[in-house]
């Protein structure tokens, strides 16, 4: 499309191929190389890559939190190309009773292994025990919330609390709930539905989606609940994850695949650092 800057006929998949070598065919059918993408969670498109089983794989966690266990990292080669807010979110009924912000250390006592929180009317809301809810072991949304808020991402987590293994589930438990509480991909919230986000307090600094006149966006910097979204390749990047990696980082790509999706663009110096990790165009 024109208004990124990019000026072809062809379709869009074969005029970023095209950009390092690849010849259109001109056929929807027949593109210059095969994608398939799966539904998963980091802790499958990592070690994917790590075993040479995809050319690419996802991760909403660093590579060192999802892998803790390997003696180097040399083999990855990290692309990030957008960032994730992860809000905070509750169930509606127990948000319009009140609950509409939490500090850091209330989440914390609420998710630590032995809780001290463990019912809603200890933080302003109804006499309704917590439904803590969670993401599975593995998933890079789980890894950073327990290196975010419990600041290990091995730390052990209130036992009772339900995990599942994709955001879509957790969405649809929190909907269906009338007293819980989870952390989510920022895409998945619904602030005037049954997935409202609350805000965050943070040593007296406030954030909540959109931010305001008193508050910071979650895609603030300094907000720590922010995680990189990464895409791993395996000794270095050849052509043809480039030409996917570069639509990702290109006005389009941050556009219509990253910030369309509710997450957060890169900024100009940090898309320039990106970029320099591919090979060169053609």
Not at 61 to 74: F, H, I, K, N, Q
Not at 184 to 204: K, M, R, W, Y
Request: net charge negative; aromatic share 8%.
């Amino acid at each position: 499309p024109s208004q990124y800057g990019i000026d072809t006929e062809m379709y869009l998949a074969d005029y970023f191929a095209s950009l390092y070598g690849y010849e259109p065919t001109n056929q929807r059918s027949t593109p210059p190389f095969r994608v398939s993408i799966a539904l998963s969670h980091s802790g499958t498109g990592v070690p994917a890559v790590s075993e040479q089983r995809t050319d690419m794989g996802n991760s909403s966690a660093p590579v060192t939190a999802e892998l803790p266990e390997r003696d180097s990292y040399e083999s990855f080669t990290d692309h990030v190309v957008g960032v994730d807010g992860q809000p905070i979110v509750v169930s509606r009924e127990i948000y319009d009773a009140g609950v509409t912000e939490l500090t850091l250390e209330e989440v914390r006592q609420i998710y630590k292994q032995n809780p001290e929180i463990t019912n809603w009317s200890q933080v302003g809301g109804p006499d309704k025990d917590i439904q803590v809810v969670g993401r599975a072991e593995g998933s890079g949304t789980d890894t950073a919330f327990r290196l975010n808020v419990l600041g290990d991402p091995d730390a052990p987590m209130n036992s009772n609390m339900t995990r599942k293994g994709q955001n879509q589930q957790v969405k649809t438990l929190v909907a269906n709930s009338d007293a819980a509480i989870s952390y989510v991909a920022l895409a998945f919230v619904e602030q005037d539905g049954q997935i409202p986000s609350v805000a965050l307090d943070i040593e007296g600094t406030t954030y909540e989606l959109g931010g305001g006149s008193n508050a910071k966006p979650l895609g603030a910097k300094e907000y720590p609940l922010s995680r990189d979204l990464h895409v791993y390749t395996w000794e270095g990047t050849g052509k043809k994850e480039a030409a996917f990696i570069n639509m990702l980082l290109s006005g389009f790509g941050q556009e219509e695949c990253v910030a369309a999706n509710n997450y957060f663009k890169l900024p100009e110096d940090r898309l320039q650092n990106q970029r320099s990790k591919l090979p060169d165009q053609v």
